[in-house]
């Protein structure tokens, strides 16, 4: 089964970016679209943008204008790439397949943005 290893996490001030690195073991990797996903303490999984395979991208309303996904399928690596960083996005920073979640969640990558 396919996993995603996430890296680039790390403690940034409010305003300060931040960008995220996922990385795919697997061949099929370049034909799916991959999200970036995150969860808060307390609070249910959330999409926060993701990537087809085409390149066309879509945005959560609360990523748009400040985060930027982008993927580089030679590499089977998804980047995510977070600007303006704001205390409520602090949170554990996962990706998987769109919309299957297919694959095995890996660690995440902790993000923790200080006011």
């Known amino acids: 089964q396919v996993q995603f290893v996430e890296s680039g996490g790390g403690l940034v001030q409010a305003g300060g970016p931040l960008r995220l690195s996922c990385t795919a073991s697997g061949s099929t990797f370049s034909l799916k679209a991959v999200g970036w996903y995150r969860q808060a303490p307390g609070n249910q999984r959330e999409l926060v943008a993701l990537?087809?395979?085409?390149?066309?991208?879509i945005y959560a309303d609360f990523a748009k204008g400040r985060f930027t996904i982008s993927r580089d399928n030679a590499k089977n690596t998804v980047y995510l790439q977070m600007n303006s960083l704001k205390p409520e996005d602090t949170a554990v920073y996962y990706c998987?397949?769109?919309?299957?979640?297919?694959?095995?969640w890996g660690q995440g990558a902790q993000v923790a943005v200080s006011s």
């Open positions: 990537v087809r395979s085409s390149g066309a991208t």
């Open positions: 998987n397949f769109f919309p299957s979640l297919s694959a095995s």
